[in-house]
């Protein structure tokens, strides 16, 4: 596949984001969000708030893994982390506490998240 990079707004050349990929966004009817978060990051937050969770708290749960952590924990840290970068950086929410959990769906594969645009 040819990858296609254009300039949108700064973005994709400060970090290398295909803009010709899957689409990113789409919409969720219904979702089991606690059961999302325990099966993708080992943990249920304390409020979800219609999806949302406070950014503070993958903060507060997720601490860096040190050396003799095992790949499940890395990997969770991992989309924690991930997912505190798209809550805080990239798709902010009016509130500027709260993440979309959908953007977690996104993180299920790591090896197919170069395919999103």
């Known amino acids: 596949m040819r990858r296609v990079y ?3 707004g700064g973005l994709q050349l400060q970090l290398g984001l295909p803009v010709d990929g899957s689409v990113l966004t789409g919409s969720i009817q219904f979702a089991d969000w606690g059961a ?5 990051l080992g943990a249920n ?3 979800i708030y219609g ?3 406070e950014i ?3 903060r ?3 601490s860096k893994p040190v050396n003799d952590s095992n790949e499940v924990e890395i990997i969770r840290y991992a989309r ?4 505190e970068i798209i809550g805080g950086y990239l798709m902010l929410d009016l509130s500027q506490n709260l993440v979309h959990l959908r953007w977690l769906l996104k993180l299920v594969d790591f090896r197919t998240a170069d395919e999103l645009s």
């Open 51 to 53: 999806g949302r969770i």
């Open 80 to 83: 924690a982390y991930i997912l």
């Open 45 to 47: 937050p304390d409020n």
């Open 60 to 62: 507060d749960t997720f």
């Open 6 to 8: 254009h300039h949108f």
């Open 36 to 40: 999302i978060c325990y099966d993708l």
């Open 56 to 58: 503070g708290w993958l």
